[in-house]
């Protein structure tokens, strides 16, 4: 009987492989529908399975991939199953990828607005001519607030 390094027959690899992809499907699903219905905060608490499954996933993969012949024993059937959970996978975490990108470029419009708000607000000099003086000094007092939010803004 043909084993995989970790132990387990070759169906059993790949059974496994199919219930990690299952499950990193679930969980991406969930965060894609949590991004959608209340934003980033809810995700923080799926962050820690979600690292998890990955690394389970990456594993049980490298090691079917680096011995082909594991899945020739393999019925067919399972190969496919396990091809179809692979492809299904691959379309949910690009999904997943795009509404985390979007998310993020959300809050960082969200957070430039609030910075460029608050210059805005603040009173002082609107330009300094080439010598550097301003063309309207601050009042007596004023003065502008340092402000940086995630070192960016």
């Known amino acids: 009987m ?7 027959t070759p169906t059993q690899q790949v059974e ?21 219905q209340i934003g980033p905060r809810d995700i923080v608490a799926l962050q820690e399975d979600k690292s998890a499954l990955i690394q389970s996933f990456e594993k049980q993969y490298r090691a079917l991939e680096g011995n082909p012949t594991l ?9 496919a199953e396990m091809e179809s959970a692979i ?12 509404a985390l990108r979007a998310a993020r470029e959300c809050n960082d419009r969200l957070l430039r607005a ?3 708000s608050v210059v805005r607000q603040q009173p002082g000099a609107d330009t300094y001519d080439a010598a550097g003086i301003a063309s309207r000094p601050a009042p ?10 995630n070192g960016r803004y």
């Not at 043909?2 to 387990?8: I, L, Q, R, S």
């Not at 492809?87 to 795009?98: D, I, W």
């Not at 004023?142 to 939010?149: C, K």
């Open 2 to 8: 043909t084993t995989t390094p970790y132990g387990h």
């Open 114 to 116: 609030i910075a460029d």
């Open 71 to 79: 899945l020739q024993v393999v019925a067919p059937a399972l190969r």
């Open 87 to 98: 492809t299904h996978f691959a379309h949910v975490a690009a999904a997943n990828e795009r």
């Open 140 to 149: 007596k007092g004023a003065s502008r607030p340092a402000m940086a939010i």
């Open 16 to 36: 496994s492989l199919i219930a990690t992809a299952s499950r990193l499907v679930a969980l991406l699903e969930d965060e894609c529908g949590r991004l959608r």
